[in-house]
């Protein structure tokens, strides 16, 4: 069963102006219910623009998104912003925690814009750190976390709404050698235990080679 199938994916920045500036150029890329997959690319290789179509952040100039078997192209605006709180868990480079806010509130909020009653939204967010190894820094913010503890709450937020599919974009490239390992390593136990399908970027060989399957995005196609 595929959980995310990209088609002949096509983008252009700037068309028809002097910057204009093709991306992608017909990538296509299927993950199965319960796959993680590896993303590598050069840098400027599309990489970005690619994760963001694939989690309804953009939209293609052609192509096919699908997630869980459900045609993207056809949603409203409405409907595409719903799929994205309630399918898609995303994850940046750098954190993009909101920073006048606590690690626990981050992760409440992407509940209460998705419905889910305030009291099970915050159990929901303590569970998530409880897993991830670091409640007892539920009431800081952002600015008073190490980048590792950083990350680890940007996995949580990403996870808040029992997403069907996860795209991460160099999660951990932020991070030294060392606790960029063992907080991959967190992530991957978070994912294998939630049984959450991944296309995760990563430059890294090591990281690429845990995953289940490593594609490479050349010139804006997947070789
Ligand atoms: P990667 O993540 O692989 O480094 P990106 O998808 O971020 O690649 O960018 C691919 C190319 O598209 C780069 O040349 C980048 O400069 C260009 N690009 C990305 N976003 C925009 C934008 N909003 N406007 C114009 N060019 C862009
Ligand atoms: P808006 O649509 O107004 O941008 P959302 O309700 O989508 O806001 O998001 C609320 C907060 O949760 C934002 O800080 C956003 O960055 C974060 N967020 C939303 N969706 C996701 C997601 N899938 N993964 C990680 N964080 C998310």
Redesign the pocket.
């Known amino acids: 069963e595929t959980m995310l199938r990209l088609e002949g994916l096509r983008k252009a920045y700037n068309k028809g102006k002097p910057g204009e500036v093709t991306v992608l150029r017909g990538a296509t890329i299927s993950v199965a219910r319960g796959e993680v997959v590896a993303l590598v690319a050069p840098s400027g290789a599309g990489k970005s623009t690619l994760l963001h179509i694939a989690?309804l952040l953009d939209t293609a100039d052609e192509g096919v998104v699908e997630i869980g078997g459900e045609d993207m192209a056809g949603l409203s605006d409405r409907a595409r912003?719903e799929a994205?709180?309630a399918d898609?868990?995303?994850?940046y480079q750098f954190h993009?925690l909101?920073p006048e806010f606590s690690a626990l509130e981050?992760i409440v909020?992407?509940q209460l814009?998705?419905g889910v009653p305030r009291a099970a939204a915050a159990a929901r967010a303590g569970e998530l750190l409880e897993r991830v190894g670091i409640a007892a820094r539920a009431g800081h913010r952002p600015a008073a976390l190490s980048g590792g503890e950083q990350q680890r709450v940007?996995f949580c937020?990403?996870m808040?709404?029992g997403?069907r599919l996860l795209l991460a974009d160099e999660p951990t490239g932020n991070l030294d050698p060392g606790t960029s390992d063992q907080v991959f390593g967190v992530l991957m136990d978070l994912v294998r235990e939630t049984g959450l399908s991944a296309l995760i970027a990563t430059h890294n060989l090591e990281l690429a080679a845990r995953m289940d399957r490593v594609v490479r995005l050349e010139a804006g196609r997947v070789v």
């Open positions: 989690g912003t994205r709180r898609v868990g995303f994850i993009h909101l981050n909020l992407p814009a998705n940007a937020r990403a808040a709404n997403p």
